[in-house]
């Protein structure tokens, strides 16, 4: 195996198509790989999300975690929250290279731009991904997509 880790964008990526990434994380998983979940939460919405799924994952790595006792969110009474946008797009990509996250799949453009990990942008609508110039289609099997991205970073 080419590599170790891989890390799956929750909002816009296993929520848009959670029976799809029940079989594929079961499938990186019988490849010997890491699966983190590297979202920006909250935590415990994603945690019984995947849990009511049977998605299976070894790490939940969300940007909330990591900024909230940093004392840089803001929550606003409408329970929304704010924090500085450079923080934000940056911290998956920081994640990634700190734990070796050897590919990301992800649904936002504006996050692989601080990605020196491979970074897969996902398109839920038409269930592709593209990395390297490649187009993957994740409206195959679970396995051919997972042999596809392995051969995306070789």
């Known amino acids: 195996m080419i590599f170790k ?17 029940r079989h594929f994380n079961k499938v990186v998983a019988l490849n ?30 969300c940007i909330l975690d990591k900024y909230v006792p940093l004392g840089v969110v803001t929550y606003f009474d409408n329970g929304k929250f704010h924090m500085d946008d450079e923080l934000w797009n940056t911290a998956k990509g920081k994640y990634c290279a700190e734990n070796d996250i050897a590919i990301m799949i992800d649904d936002s453009k504006i996050y692989g731009q601080s990605f020196v990990t491979p970074y897969c942008l996902y398109d839920n609508k038409k269930q592709l991904g593209y990395i390297n110039n490649r187009a993957i289609d994740f ?9 596809s991205l392995c051969e995306a970073l070789t």
């Open 139 to 147: 409206n195959q099997s679970p396995q051919q997509v997972f042999t």
């Open 32 to 61: 010997g790989l890491e699966i983190h979940i590297v979202s920006g939460g909250p935590r415990e919405y994603i945690s019984q999300y995947l849990q009511e799924n049977r998605i299976l994952y070894h790490h939940l790595w």
């Open 5 to 21: 880790r891989i890390g799956i964008d929750f909002h816009g990526v296993i929520n848009y198509n959670p029976l799809f990434f």
